[in-house]
């Protein structure tokens, strides 16, 4: 489960200079789309060196997140608003519905609401704190209830530009996840035949 608490914080890239109030202009917004890649560090206690993955992910608004690992290993997991669904190598190894994971339902509720400008439902689960410009910002989330355990991160640390350039994740534990992501871009563009096909795999 802890790739899966990852990719929720992965919806975050979404909000991109929305987070920093930057231009609406650049927010990502329903009808668009967000593509790109990544380089994902674990660094778990115990291991000297982090483990590490590549790939590249789908970020649409109304129809959730694709998160394509490529290296070392191919493995596809898609989140939806229904829920979550896994393949390795083209085979469907893990499906769960979104009511079986109600911190996916309040997550996703608090992000689609921050993206349409209403920032009471994310700022009611986290305290937000911004700084930096619309050129180099950083903004730290931190849940208000740090004792709930179904809360995956103790603090949830962005920096960006035009868009996320790195999430640090860091988890109750003392691990923490470093994601990095570069090459994207929005389009307006609708999703491609597989990009629709692959969000439908988490519905009934």
Known sequence: MRRFFLLLAVLLAGLGPALAEGPTDKR??????LRGQFLQERHLQGFANPLRSEGRFVLAPGHGLIWQTEKPFAITTVITAAGLAQEVNGNQTLKLEASKLPFLNQLYDMLSGALTGDWAKLEAGFTVTRSGDD?????ALKPRKADD??????ALDVTGSAFIDEILLTKPDGDFDKLAFHDQAISDQPLSEAEAAAFATTGP
Do not use: C
Not at 28 to 33: A, C, P
């Open 149 to 154: 355990p179904g809360m995956p991160f103790q």
């Open 135 to 139: 050129q180099h910002w950083q903004v």
């Open 28 to 33: 990502l917004s329903e009808g668009q789309v």
